[in-house]
């Protein structure tokens, strides 16, 4: 990145400093320059997640020296707030001001989906590192739209399938009113063949979940589904340990509550926990176990699946500037090169569908005591192999 006289304030790490990746300020642009509006959760409740994804991102940047596709990098990083109004004055000045060359890192689907038509209006790539909602997936697919993490039905599909073959006849699900909580049940419902007993939905904020827990005492399903990102998923898996309903009924999860991070804030209750993600600290690549190390040397802890998504962006980002010799201006030629996916990622085997979707293996992990005596996920199996997802056929590209 160039040196010369900063534009405003980000919120870049300071350990990234020693990589020679920009910490505390935007610089001016030359014309070598790749410009990128990174908009995440940085306050609140999710920001755990945009922590991840932030985190994630800064280190394939450092691990492709600091710049991508040889371009320097001018990146603004914001905090969205977890808000759609503030969100659509920070994509207004990006694309308008700063004329970003793409913009990515949102989290939540409830930000991403109202300002998502105002970005691919203008002619700007977005790149998703996290949410994958079903509209773009089918009818509404866009040139300029790519999600890198998943479908946002893939993970719970795999647990649907799941809770099949491990006999479950009664299921109870729960997730948040919001797009990303609608589309997870439904994905666990896409491959679940026995009863739901009762779908529960919660606020997106909510921290009590003794009414919830009451009516999964009351129903006795055999298992519960839960789809509860970040701190939710901390503060249910605790108080339905607390209450015992954990010896009543099996817990199902994704990968999303059931990470490092969640492991880390619960502890013993989350022993024997499965769990769906495209990613696993333990699979057996080079990319994976390079990044895996270095993210734990520069950040003092393991990474979870968002900063593995979040990795991958940045690592494909570079694979594409690279392969337009750096003009990303060709905004054609860009798009092409993103969608031919020519990069290592930390999954293993990785491809863009015809939506722009990932074509990607969806594993079952295990939370289990590891070598060193804490706790963590292991990798237990493939729940869904070169998966793609349920709406591709909609899709007009090709």
Known sequence: M???PFRRLTCLPAALLTAGVLCGASFA???????I????????????????IRDGFNLGLKHSGGKLGGMDVDMTIVDDHQDPQAARKTVDRLIKRDKVDL???MAFSNVLLPVLPQILQSGTIYISPNTGPQDYAGEKCDPRFFAAAWQTEDLPAAMGKFANEKGYKK??????????????????????????TDEIYTKLDQLDYSAELARLRSVKPDAVFYFLPGGLGVNFIKQLNAAGLDKQMAILTTGFSADE?????????????FNASQWASDLDNEANKRFVKDFNTTYGRMPTLYASQAYDVARLIDSAAKKTGGKVTDKEAFRVALKSADFAS???QFAFNTNQFPIQNIYMRQVQALPDGKLGNRLIGTALAN????????CKMK
């Open 171 to 196: 299921v109870a699900i729960v997730a948040p009113a919001y797009p990303g909580g609608r589309e997870s049940l439904n994905g666990f419902k896409s491959l679940y063949t026995g009863t739901v």
């Open 387 to 394: 998966h793609k997802d349920a709406f591709a056929a909609e």
């Open 29 to 35: 642009a030359n014309a070598d320059t790749l410009k």
């Open 261 to 273: 991070d969640v492991i880390k804030s619960v502890g013993a209750p989350m022993t024997g926990l």
């Open 346 to 348: 930390v999954r293993g």
């Open 103 to 105: 913009i990515t890192g």
């Open 37 to 52: 509006g990174f908009l995440t959760t940085l306050s609140g409740p999710g920001s755990v997640i945009g922590n991840e």
């Open 2 to 4: 160039t040196s010369t």
